[in-house]
């Protein structure tokens, strides 16, 4: 049974930073793109960072670009994402969740989430100003 478990989630005041992680189990995590996306209250899911199979490929949507950092360890099965220098507007549930996509990727393969088969049930975070 695949299952994503993240955590890491809090209240933290604007400018601080917090580290999310996602513990994966129930597949192959070694073969799979991960991903994290967020969705604020009242607004749709959004594409948040992604790093391929391998972990030399990542994307980050340019919202978070430089203040958002995925990475992956493969022994742990777990994919984690640093946020720094939080912002209000970061305020949202996380998710992460599992792509089986292999290269030659498409446009949208990272950033699509109807490419990605399973989601976490979130973590949330809360950044005050």
């Known amino acids: 049974q695949v299952q994503l478990l993240e955590s890491g989630g809090g209240l933290v005041q604007a400018g601080g930073s917090l580290r999310l992680s996602c513990a994966a189990s129930g597949f192959t995590f070694g073969d799979y793109t991960m991903g994290w996306f967020r969705q604020a209250p009242g607004k749709e899911r959004e594409f948040v960072a992604a790093?391929?199979?391998?972990?030399?490929?990542?994307y980050s949507a340019d919202s978070v670009m430089g203040r958002y950092t995925i990475s992956r360890d493969d022994t742990k099965k777990t994919v984690s994402l640093q946020i720094d220098s939080l912002k209000p507007e970061d305020t949202a549930v996380y998710y992460c969740?599992?792509?089986?996509?292999?290269?030659?990727?498409?446009?949208?393969?990272?950033?699509?989430?109807?490419?990605?088969?399973?989601w976490g049930q979130g973590t949330e975070v809360t950044v005050s100003s």
């Open positions: 790093i391929n199979w391998s972990g030399y490929i990542k």
């Open positions: 969740a599992s792509n089986p996509a292999l290269p030659p990727y498409s446009n949208g393969t990272f950033y699509n989430p109807i490419n990605y088969d399973y």
